[in-house]
């Protein structure tokens, strides 16, 4: 299992854009076959960064996951919503493998 943890650098003045974004993806991944953690939006402190985690088996299920992601109807009006709305200045994925396990 590895984590992807999207790193957004958001239009402060456009919150509530990113989270209906945040919102919509909140029923359109997990369709898609990744099992959303959550999306997190600003809250105290810097008010332009935002971020998505989710859990995938690897990364060629990565690969069929985004794939799906870009031909469902519903991903598709999301990513051009996030385009026409223009709050996303920037987006960096990085995937990772837990290394520790919880603690008692």
């Not at 076959?33 to 959550?38: E, F, K, P, S, V």
């Not at 935002?50 to 088996?57: R, T």
């Not at 996951?65 to 987006?91: H, M, V």
């Amino acid at each position: 299992m590895i984590t992807c943890f999207i790193r957004y650098e958001i239009d402060p003045f456009k919150t509530e854009a990113f989270e209906t974004y945040a919102r919509n993806w909140g029923q359109i991944i997990p369709r898609c076959g990744a099992d959303l953690i959550g999306y997190y939006a600003p809250h105290e402190g810097s008010a332009t960064t935002a971020f998505g985690i989710y859990n995938i088996e690897d990364l060629a299920a990565y690969e069929t996951y985004r794939s799906r992601l870009r031909s469902t109807p519903e991903g598709q009006a999301n990513y051009a919503f996030a385009k026409r709305e223009d709050f996303i200045r920037r987006e960096d994925r990085i995937f990772l493998r837990l290394a520790s396990t919880p603690h008692a």
